[in-house]
């Protein structure tokens, strides 16, 4: 070591960064007033911030009316919140029978349960795939009735978040599987497989979704022999899984694109059959590549399932727009409306949430 | 150790074919890639194949295990003759390792499971017999410390050596080699010719694209050069480095042998 003085090592005093880069006063001007535009942007948007958000504050927390009836709240400066209390359970349950809501109420919190015990991967196995099993009887169960004594619940009386959650949970979850069938069809080499599943995907792309729902709930049924029906929830479901698969199947069509050949003849090279091929080597990275386009997807299809009230069915959505036309709470539609977006807005959050949470874990720096 | 010293070390090849190709051509729409190609691939022997880049040399090999298919002719591979029965071509392949120029590792899986895949599903191995397979030949090309990492987190010259494992995880009869050094930076050129030289030694069947003629002349049985789609010339590596036929071998040796 002595005679390494011709590379001293620095002092301490000297490689300690200038005051002002770092601190709070360092990070501010790093981030906020870093050059005349940012300091622009910065100010305009506190002043912005600054004008708004206290006036909202105040009308919905501290000028607000929480349990009244609507008559009081007409002469109240601020936010209602009443409309939202006073019908929630009408809102959330529709017209399923009042003294029987506790029936989808626990149907949903099994869903909830399920769903989120199923957030972590290290879960799924074969006693999860069980679990749901059962819980989908179960949830069945109480919204339907008519086994072990339950009171049976007609499917034209369900509605509210209910309803919503069953249209988009299974919606979604049959949706993506068949979309991924579709894009494997379409680049099929079989020119039947491939040609069926490219129409199929183009007309359904070339329809909004309020049409296949119109078909579905009107036109459809003209088909069908004399005395047979088809629930016209189940008619909703099925549009709303037909529609959404084709943009799917659009999605990972991109990824299977983006696969390179040389993944394909590795696992040609192994001997793996096709199907070996796509279910190890190919789907799983091609699945991966596209999780955020394929959230987009999901989020708007959930978001789409609110299309059902044009069919007569009471989603969500509709049971909020049957209390405001009721004289009592006319005219509180902010707040109802906001009270819905807040419990769409946590549905799509989560999702957006899980999806980025899929990708992290999913990430192999390739 | 010389080079004669260390090929006298290496097995000769037995009689038997594994691979056999007559009269065999193939076509790229109108572009004739492969012409005329007779090849018999002994059981134990190592072949290297070179020639100008474009001269069909991936194309021959890729045709072995029907990556490729041809139009004319006849490919037998350890007895199944290569046609459009898929039962055929998976059990042909299956029997056949192949090695790519750009590794084809399978980037969502570990090392451990790349090697165990093949095994598990094509060969029906159980699972932990396959990993301990797959530790086996990890060890053996020098790398069974990177066993659960992925391949993105290796280097060129590991990725090669992971390829090569994969592919001996499948015990197969053959190992094709496209170029597997010619996407490698120099200093890991070695590590991978040092684990097929070892390959050689233990008799494995190789047949292998490349254009390092050190391992040419102390690997191989029998050096083969292809231009335009044809073989045009074979030799023992002795006569083919030290006394070229054709002028277009000559003209080839010249350019990369500075
Ligand atoms: N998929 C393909 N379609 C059309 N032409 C091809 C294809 N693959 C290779 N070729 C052509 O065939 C010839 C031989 O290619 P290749 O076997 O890769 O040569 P090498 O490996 O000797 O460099 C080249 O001229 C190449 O351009
Ligand atoms: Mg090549």
Redesign the interface.
Known sequence: MVENTTHSEPSGDDIRPPKASIGVIGWLRANLFDGWLNSVLTLVTLFVLWKTIPPFFRWAFVDSLWFTDGAVCRDAPGACWSAVTTNLRFIIFGFFPYELQWRPLLAMLILFFLLFYSRDRTHWNKYLAYGWVIGLFLMGLFMKGGLFGLTPVDSTQWGGLPLTLLLSVFGLTAAYPLGVILALGRQSSMPAVKYLCIIYIELIRGVPLISLLFMGSIIFPLFLPEGITINSILRAQVAIILFTAAYIAEVVRGGLQGM?Q??Y?????????YV?TMR??IL??AL?IVIPPTVSILISAFKDTSLVVIIALFDLLKTSQTVLSNPEWMGFSREVYLFVAILYFLGCFSMSNYSRRLERE?D??? | MTEQTEKNIISAPDDEAIIDITGMHKWYGEFHVLRDINLKVRKKERIVICGPSGSGKSTLIRCMNRLEEHQRGQIVVDGIELTNNIKNIERVRAEVGMVFQHFNLFPHLTIVENLALGPIWVRKVPKKEAEETAMYYLEKVHIAEQAQKYPGQLSGGQQQRVAIARSLCMAPKVMLFDEPTSALDPEMIKEVLDVMIELAREGMTMLVVTHEMGFAKSVAHRVLFMDFGQIVEENTPEEFFNNPQHERTKLFLSQILF
């Open positions: 390179s040389g993944q003849e590795a696992a040609d090279s192994l001997g793996l059959n070996l190890l080597v799983p990275q991966k999913l192999r720096g390739y």
